[in-house]
């Protein structure tokens, strides 16, 4: 059995997690997506900047979707040219469609459009989720694989990436963790399929045991669309959406939010 899949792993995890106190998410509301932007990329140059330095370098999972897409191309601006190592930055995805890497629909080809092809990060350090595979269950346990060999956890443990990049659509989900989907309630696997019923689509996903291992998690929200699931997620009852069972163990939670979307919080939640 391979380590993603040990039941040891979820054991240990559990009781981390109830030895341990959360730590409550941080908000911060900004005027424009564009300052939500800008906010984010000085965050992600920070953790960059911090654990280049160190021997394992700076790992981080990308998602894709409308509203990241505008921190790629800042990160790939003049404006940070050269303030990343890009030898020492390991890149993965947090989710993926069951396309080809040139299809429009691709995660990994708008990440390549807007980061990758600007910004000089070694291929060899760009970890794709293969989700054009016929069999993708063998794509996850490619993936798992991949994580445990780069970022080579301990035996017994989950792999802890440095910082993971997240949105959440209008229904609450995110990466691809939709309400109501077997992934959401997956406790062993790293990476698993998903398919989702009413858009038809299959995807490959990080699941939460993974995402509730990293450092540092940065939600990405912008739209007035999405006001209404951003209040229920920060101030109603928790559990009820996939959004909210991100809560790393170890770790913190940021949320960059733009006034749109978080016109109907309380001035407590703002921040």
């Known amino acids: 059995m391979h380590d993603c899949e040990r039941p040891l792993v979820v ?18 509301v900004f005027s424009t997506l564009e300052e939500l932007s800008w906010a984010a990329a000085a965050r992600f140059e920070e953790f960059a900047r911090i654990h ?17 897409k505008l921190l790629y191309q800042i990160l790939a601006s003049q404006t940070f040219a050269g303030r990343i190592r890009g030898e020492r930055v390991h890149l993965f995805q947090v989710d993926e469609r069951c ?3 040139d299809h429009p629909q691709s995660n990994y080809g708008m990440i390549r459009e807007t980061l990758l092809s600007r910004v000089p990060i070694p291929h ?21 694989a991949e994580l445990a060999r780069v970022l080579k956890p301990e035996e017994g443990e989950l792999p802890r990436l440095n910082m993971v990049l997240l949105g959440m659509g209008p ?14 309630d997956e406790q062993v696997l790293w990476v698993r399929p ?28 912008a739209g007035a669309d999405k006001a209404q699931t951003l209040r229920q997620v920060l101030e109603g009852a ?7 069972k991100v809560q790393p163990v170890k770790g913190n939670v940021t949320w960059f939010v733009d006034e749109a979307a978080a016109r109907l919080l309380r001035p407590e939640t703002r921040g």
């Open 11 to 28: 054991r240990l995890a559990s009781l981390r997690a109830a030895q341990t106190t959360m730590q409550k998410p941080t908000v911060k």
């Open 52 to 68: 280049t330095v160190k021997k394992k370098g700076f790992s981080v999972a990308l998602s894709g979707g409308l509203t990241p």
């Open 99 to 101: 396309v080809p890497p």
């Open 124 to 144: 060899a350090n760009v970890h794709r989720m293969a989700a054009e595979q016929e069999d993708r269950e063998e794509a996850c346990r490619q993936y798992a």
């Open 171 to 184: 229904d609450g989900h995110t990466a691809s963790l939709f309400p109501g989907s077997e992934a959401l």
């Open 194 to 221: 998903n398919y989702l019923e009413k858009l038809k689509m299959h995807r490959l996903t990080l699941t939460l045991p993974v995402l509730n291992a990293a450092a540092e998690v940065a939600f990405l929200i």
């Open 238 to 244: 928790p559990g009820q959406l996939p959004a909210q």
